[in-house]
């Protein structure tokens, strides 16, 4: 099998991280995590899409909601509510005990990368999931309502105002994480997972020096579409594109990744727009509800990868 780096955001990335370990070992399949919609929530340091990850290998997510654990309770909102706290932000019992864990790691001079490997290792993830940055990069949304920091746009507005464009505060002083990059030259194939690629994706991409470091490596570079028939399988990526003039199409994310780009998986509804891409590309079914359908991805995947190499 070859050895994959993944690059991943959300919930459309950890369904196809989860396909991919269905079929790889932890020493041939790497994930390279966005950070950018990580925030600071009443003194607590949560990282959204490290967590899905996290929580989806683990086999510990919720089936209902995509994000937080499965059988969880709720008496830390309910008992917050009753004191007028904040509970636009939605924190389980028991993924709370995740969040005070990596606080504590952190405030203890633990690195992220670092806080996210101790917490893996004691929920039974043996993957390297390597947070996309050690440095803090938040993202803004340029919304008609204002700038809006992405968790005040995308879970306490619902996503609702209209999005003009996005800033990643902290680029200046933030480096790709070391670890990242140092695996770019072992590996066989780079695969940009089924994610936003304006809020998931981007944020890695414009670091200093990542999209270079991708672009010298000599793995071929994989995308797969997050959109399929001109909508969005979850998130507000087809709105997004709506409101920023974007056509609705696989054609134009294959686009925004442009020249990076060596593959593109298009869904089995998109077919007749290969030709149109720039670049080799296979139709498939990219939609994934059941665990057969993230496996029967990866594999389509990985038979890509080998086939571009």
Known sequence: MPRILAITGGVGGAKLGLGLAQLLSPEELIFAVNAGDDFTHMGLEISPDLDTLTYTLADLANPDTGWGRRDESWEFMAALAEMGGETWFQLGDRDLALHVRRTDLLRQGASRTEAAAIIGRALGVAFQLLPMSDESVRTTVHTDRGALAFQHYFVRDRCQPEVTGFEFQGLDAARPNPAILSCLDGVDGIVICPSNPYVSVDPMLHLPGMRDALLA???????????????AIKGPTA???????????????????????????????????????????????????????????????????????
């Open 217 to 231: 490596a000599s793995a071929p570079v994989v995308a797969v579409s997050p959109i399929v028939g001109g909508a």
């Open 239 to 309: 709105k997004m594109m709506r409101e920023l003039a974007i056509p609705n199409t696989a054609a134009a994310v294959a686009a925004h990744y442009g020249d990076l780009l060596d593959g593109f998986i298009l869904d089995e509804q998109d077919k007749g727009l290969e030709d149109a891409l720039g670049v080799p590309a296979i139709v498939t079914q990219t939609v994934m509800v059941t665990l057969q359908d993230r496996v029967n991805l990866a594999r389509d995947v990985l038979a890509f990868v080998q086939k571009l190499t």
